[in-house]
């Protein structure tokens, strides 16, 4: 009488272990299955100490931090504040010291100190922004872009598209996570400068104040 062949059972989709598998990843003795001993959660963290499936988040038994599909990004670096630009240098490039005020945004976007000059005919704006170079080009808010070096830095020139009579002048660095602005505008019609060379002065003898 012939023998009938062993049955062969093939492992239905979701159950051969894969990172993030199928509807049986709450438990079971699957090796390598998520949430098991020994198994990864979705970044490829290797588990050691559970098997639960892993909470984005949270961690196992060992202390490692499981991130499934909710990782948390990492907070913004901190901005610059350009009131921090020392009196005596301040007053070096013209500028009257008890003058400054500072003007920061309301939703914690940007950090700016404005200073009048000791002739009170213009004024200089320092703004550390998370706003990038090419948001500022994108924007549609500013024109006459060009690039150049100040302070053996590569710096960028521009305008605002409103300022018809061209009585102001931005010269600015890109930085880690934004962007640093010297901002000039002429108050009075004989102000001693003509707006970009002021900025770009100033820019120049303040730039080691300015991040990387």
């Known amino acids: 009488m012939a023998k009938t062949p062993p049955k062969t059972t093939t492992a239905a989709s979701g159950d051969r272990g894969e990172t993030g598998g199928g509807s049986g990843g709450g438990g079971g003795s699957g090796t390598g299955q998520a949430g098991a001993p020994g198994g990864t959660d979705t970044c ?29 990004q990492p907070a913004p670096a901190a901005l610059w504040d350009p009131c921090a630009i020392s009196a005596a240098d301040i007053s070096g490039q013209g500028f009257r010291a ?14 700016n ?5 000791s002739t009170d005919k213009f004024e200089l704006t320092v703004v550390a922004t998370r706003m990038t170079l090419y948001g500022f080009q994108e924007v549609g808010k500013y024109v006459d872009f060009s ?14 598209r409103q300022d018809g009579n061209k009585i102001g002048c931005y010269v600015g660095f890109e930085v880690s996570g934004g962007f640093v602005a010297f901002v000039t505008r002429n108050l009075q019609p004989d102000a001693p400068e003509e707006p ?11 730039v080691g104040y300015v991040p990387s």
């Not at 060379?197 to 003898?205: D, E, P, Q, S």
Request: proline share 3%; charged share 20%; with cysteine.
């Open 44 to 72: 490829g963290a290797t588990l050691c100490g559970t098997t639960q499936a892993p909470a984005p988040g949270g961690t196992d038994t060992c202390g490692a931090t499981l991130c499934g599909a909710t990782d948390q």
């Open 98 to 111: 008890d003058s400054e005020t500072a003007i920061n945004g309301d939703d914690g976007s940007s950090k």
């Open 113 to 117: 100190c404005r200073w009048k000059s």
């Open 147 to 160: 690039t150049l070096t100040v302070g053996g830095r590569q710096a960028h020139q521009f305008r605002a």
């Open 196 to 206: 970009c060379a002021a900025a770009r002065r100033v820019a120049g003898g303040l």
